[in-house]
């Protein structure tokens, strides 16, 4: 395609029902027009308020109240601060980040499904997981297409 006909395309032909086209246009063109899909979902989150405030939410309700009440956050005003960090070497920063990746690796090979038939799944999750995630229902009917059928 030409720079003439995308730009026609994006002038004039495209339909706005959602931010989608544009953001993964931008993000191709922002990584020399081509990203993983990975890559274009990160971009669509950072452009989807809906679903910032509902992480923000999560991160000042949740995980930051525990941290905060380990001490290994604190609150300045709307950011969070790691308790310490200012005295941590950055191997030290480094074999932290790596513990962390461990904890959520660790984490995420906990999980499993088990097919009971095309119409019903069960899903067994890691211990004292939140039921707001998709995987925390147990033995109910699902959509064949939601599990990827």
């Known amino acids: 395609m030409t720079f003439t006909e995308i730009y026609d395309f994006i002038e004039n032909r495209m339909r706005m029902s959602h931010i989608y086209q544009p953001v993964m246009l931008m993000t191709l063109l922002k990584n020399k027009g081509m990203a993983s899909v990975t890559k274009i979902a990160e971009s669509l989150l950072m452009y989807d308020h809906a679903q910032v405030e509902y992480y923000e939410n999560i991160t000042k309700n949740m995980v930051g109240r525990v941290l905060r009440n380990h001490k290994i956050v604190s609150k300045e005003g709307k950011n969070f601060v790691l308790s310490g960090f200012k005295s941590l070497t950055e ?59």
């Open 91 to 149: 191997s030290q920063i480094e074999e932290l980040n790596l513990l962390c990746q461990e904890k959520l690796n660790d984490h995420q090979s906990n999980w499993w499904l088990i097919i009971v038939n095309a119409s019903k799944a069960i899903f067994q999750v890691a211990p004292r997981a939140r039921s707001h995630h998709p995987r925390n229902r147990v033995g109910q009917d699902l959509d064949p297409l939601f599990l990827g059928f």
